[in-house]
């Protein structure tokens, strides 16, 4: 999985008929030192992640294991709101600083 | 998935016989500023997108996750045409000011 | 997809069972200005492409939904001969002129 | 599969109900002389690996190929943890000299 | 598929249960030239190569389609050991005079 912050949306009206219903949520990666990298990824959200919240991006076709993602057209799909980041012994980053 | 903007066409009239009348879209994808990356892809069409539109972009296995692809040699699929695209609290792309 | 010239081929006599008989083409990717990448394949054949022949090329598990390549350990599969390649209203690429 | 380093962990409390009790660690890819590289991943571990430890990483759908992770929204596993990685003649890495 | 030489092995004695047996072959991947690429990877070898033998590489799914291999988390397979690799009308390696 790669880390990820949450950094908007993106809507589609006409699409796939079984992507009826997915939310979609833009997502920037993160390198391991929470800087962003060029990389981003149009993501499904199956627990409901906020703008700015750091997350848990699984891709390929381990984005349709979830009962809300399977047999659709997904290759990305969010799979946890990140809590903490530990490098070594240090505390990267922590989700309850970020909410203060 | 990716965002994509529907550049060009592909045709191949010899071809896996399954493939047959699948629509091929040139793809160029767009990083999140909506800047052209040096990326594109070829991609089946399931959604009748047309030229400029931007697009979702599905890829690897997920592309054949519809009734149109499915047990098709297709690496990537377009998915949806793309309504809106905001980051953070604006609008980076909106289809209704681009068809104007 | 991506768009690919036919540039070579690999020879391997001692390999997995299940791949005799399949023939190995190298094969260079272009960009979409027809330009070469530095990216190479060497993808298994099931159109009869020929050498400088532009082709459409799928990877991943794309590269088994063909009856030739099915249950064999490939990961790339050329499943077209390309015609003509448009980029909005310009036609890049048409494999009449270059037989001409 | 590609050589990594452990060097962190990853906590998500509200993820995914399947990836309940799942280990998450950072590990830091490694080139083939042993030197990070800018890549990282938050693998699932199945082997009990620890930090600093070597660690081969399966990713995409290999990730779900062992009864600890099959079905669920996994891309990348931990699945073995490195004795000896030996270039040509030469010993590139031994746990045991690691662990004196 | 990949061109790759064979430059080391990999040893790992705690894995997962599934890969006992399996040998790890440290696998250096070359452009369509024969140059080194950056790229690496452990590969599962199920045709027997040897040090500084050229080989074809699977990745991704592919790498489970042997009997040797399936069910295993394994995202990379030596599929078959290269005799001559030709560029246009050029020999660029033959294992034959490699082997003299």
Redesign the interface.
């Known amino acids: 999985?790669?880390?990820a912050r949450v950094?908007?949306?993106?809507?589609?009206?006409?699409?796939?008929q079984?992507?009826t219903g997915v939310k979609?949520l833009?997502v920037?990666f993160l390198?391991?030192e929470g800087q962003p990298l060029?990389e981003?990824?149009?993501?499904a959200d199956?627990?409901?992640a906020g703008?700015d919240e750091w997350v848990?991006v699984?891709?390929?076709?381990?984005?349709?294991?979830?009962s809300s993602?399977e047999?659709?057209?997904?290759?990305?799909?969010i799979?946890?709101?990140?809590?903490?980041?530990?490098?070594?012994n240090q505390r990267?980053y922590s989700k309850r600083d970020q909410d203060r």
Chains 1, 2, 3, 4, 5 share one sequence.
């Not at 981003?40 to 993501?43: K, M, N, P, T």
């Not at 699984?58 to 979830?66: F, L, N, V």
């Not at 799979?79 to 070594?88: E, K, L």
């Open positions: 999985m790669q880390i950094c908007g949306t993106v809507v589609s009206n006409h699409k796939e079984s992507l979609f833009l920037q390198n391991e060029s981003y990824e149009v993501a199956s627990v409901g703008l848990l699984s891709r390929g076709s381990a984005a349709r294991q979830s993602s047999a659709r057209p997904l290759d990305a799909l799979v946890g709101i990140i809590d903490t980041v530990s490098v070594g990267l």
